[in-house]
């Protein structure tokens, strides 16, 4: 286990529905990321938390919602999602101590399927 | 911004031989270039990585090649096993942000026993 997990691990929602996706670190990181990984395609980065504050906002629809009450917990909001919005939901920490040394470490991820 | 081609889609060895992955980028500014592996169910997990100032990065049966006048870098792994079958993701940082990593589309290794 790489020390970073998510709940729920599966997912399934309908357009209207609002859900929340967690992730968890225990790896005493001071930065954490959302990123979207669809078929065929590569891992697209949406947010990026450091010291719980957003730093990067990839261009994300507003039906995506960050928040990150400490430095250990990640969630994003869901609602409203179209079925193009169906992946898999990956959170990632780091440490940012160097520019040049930050390891990213992956969580499990959430499947989503919106109907 | 940065932009990772990677090559193969697919590759299928038989168990002992190599398997060479290939990435080339974009921004000749970046500087970090990791490797993750991805099996069926789980999150991409580190394997190897490595900087702009070495050429060549090993560990046990894994290595790293990068040369950054022709902006492309490889993953070789030697002595394959069926357990090295997974899902193999290149990345790099473009310049100033080494968070910002820019991901390949990904290689799906099958080492056949």
């Known amino acids: 286990e790489t020390g970073v997990t998510q709940t729920p691990r599966h997912l399934v929602m309908g357009m209207t529905n609002k859900k929340s996706l967690k992730c968890e670190q225990h790896l005493g990181h001071n930065a954490m990321y959302w990123y979207k990984q669809s078929a065929k395609k590569p891992l697209e980065l949406m947010f990026v938390?450091?010291?719980?504050?957003?730093?990067e906002n990839n261009s994300v629809p507003s039906r995506f919602s960050p928040e990150c009450p400490n430095s250990s917990h990640l969630f994003l909001h869901l609602h409203t999602l179209q079925p193009e919005d169906s992946a898999l939901y990956l959170c990632a920490s780091s440490q940012e101590s160097s520019p040049r040394t930050d390891t990213q470490y992956f969580g499990p991820g959430t499947r989503l399927t919106v109907l | 911004g940065e932009n990772v081609e990677q090559h193969p889609s697919t590759l299928s060895v038989q168990e002992g031989d190599s398997a060479v992955i290939k990435c080339t980028y974009s921004d000749s500014a970046s500087n970090y270039f990791p490797w993750y592996k991805q099996e069926l169910g789980k999150g991409p997990q580190l394997i190897i990585d490595i900087r702009s100032n070495v050429g060549e990065k090993k560990d046990q049966r894994i290595a790293v090649t990068l040369n950054k006048t022709a902006k492309h870098f490889s993953l070789h792994i030697t002595e394959t096993q069926p357990e090295d079958s997974a899902v193999y993701f290149c990345a790099a940082t473009p310049s100033g942000s080494a968070r910002q990593l820019t991901f390949g589309s990904g290689t799906q290794l099958t080492v056949l026993p």
């Open positions: 938390y450091n010291f719980k504050e957003q730093t």
